[in-house]
C-alpha cells in the first residue's frame, strides 16, 4: 500500500544494518541480510497502523502518522523495537537515530525516465546526520533519541529510554531489555564484549 503525503511535526527513525559493507564483500550474504531486513520491516509496519516508512539499500527511514507526543513516539520505539528484534533473530544489528521535527513526505512525482519521491524537513535530516556521522558514535545494535528540537515529553512512560549524562546529546532507547531494572546488568555484557574484542586483536598483534 502506496505511504499517503505527509507533512507536520513528528517523529523520523534512520535505521541501518551495522557491517553492511563487510557483509556486501560476498554477494550472497548481502542479499541475505537485505532480504530479512525489507521482510522485517515489512512485517512491522503492516502490523503497525501508525507507523509508515520505506527501504532503500541496507536503510529504512520510519515516521509516525497520528497521535499526540507520546502516542507518536511510543508507536516509533515500538516498531523499531520489533524491527531489531526479527534481525537480530538471524544475527543482524541495527543502528538507529530517531529525530523530532517538521517532516514532508510526498508521493511519487514522474517524469520520462526519472521518478521520486520527495522527502523533506529537519527531523530527516537530523536523524540522518545523527546515524551517520553524531557523537558519540553509534555502536551495534544501538539506539538513540536526538535532544535537539525535542519537545515535551512524559518520561515516565518510557521507563527504557535513558538519558546518559546531563550533557548528553541523546537519551538512549534499551529495545533489548524488559525493563530499566535489566539495563545496567545489559550495560556490563556490552562492554565486556567490547574488552574481549580489544584483547583478541592484543592476541592476534602477538601472535603474529
Not at 502490523?47 to 509516525?64: K, M, R
Not at 529525530?99 to 520527495?118: R, W
Not at 518520561?155 to 546529546?169: P, Y
Not at 538512549?172 to 564484549?193: R, T
Request: net charge negative; charged share 25%; aromatic share 12%.
Amino acid at each position: 500500500m502506496p505511504i499517503q503525503d505527509y507533512s507536520g511535526q513528528t517523529f523520523v527513525a534512520f535505521t541501518d544494518i551495522s557491517g553492511f559493507k563487510e557483509l556486501m564483500k560476498n554477494d550472497r550474504n548481502g542479499l541475505k541480510a537485505l532480504k530479512r531486513f525489507y521482510q522485517s520491516g515489512y512485517n512491522v509496519l503492516a502490523e503497525t497502523a501508525n507507523v509508515e516508512g520505506f527501504f532503500i539499500s541496507d536503510a529504512g527511514v520510519l515516521f509516525a502518522r497520528n497521535g499526540n507526543v507520546n502516542e507518536k513516539l511510543s508507536s516509533i520505539l515500538d516498531a523499531i523495537e520489533k524491527i531489531n528484534r526479527l534481525m537480530l533473530e538471524m544475527d543482524y544489528m541495527l543502528t538507529t537515530s530517531i529525530a523530532y521535527g517538521n517532516f514532508d513526505y510526498h508521493g511519487k512525482i514522474e517524469f520520462d525516465g526519472i521518478e521520486k519521491n520527495p522527502i523533506y524537513g529537519t527531523a530527516y535530516v537530523h536523524a540522518f546526520l545523527d546515524n551517520e556521522t553524531g557523537l558519540p558514535k553509534l555502536q551495534p545494535g544501538q539506539c538513540r533519541l536526538c535532544k535537539k528540537n525535542l519537545p515535551d515529553i512524559n518520561l515516565n512512560e518510557f521507563d527504557r529510554l535513558i538519558e546518559k549524562g546531563q550533557n548528553s546529546k541523546h537519551f538512549n532507547f534499551y529495545w533489548n531489555v524488559e525493563n530499566e531494572n535489566e539495563i545496567g546488568d545489559f550495560e556490563k555484557n556490552y562492554k565486556d564484549s567490547y574488552s574481549l574484542k580489544y584483547s583478541g586483536m592484543l592476541n592476534a598483534l602477538k601472535r603474529n
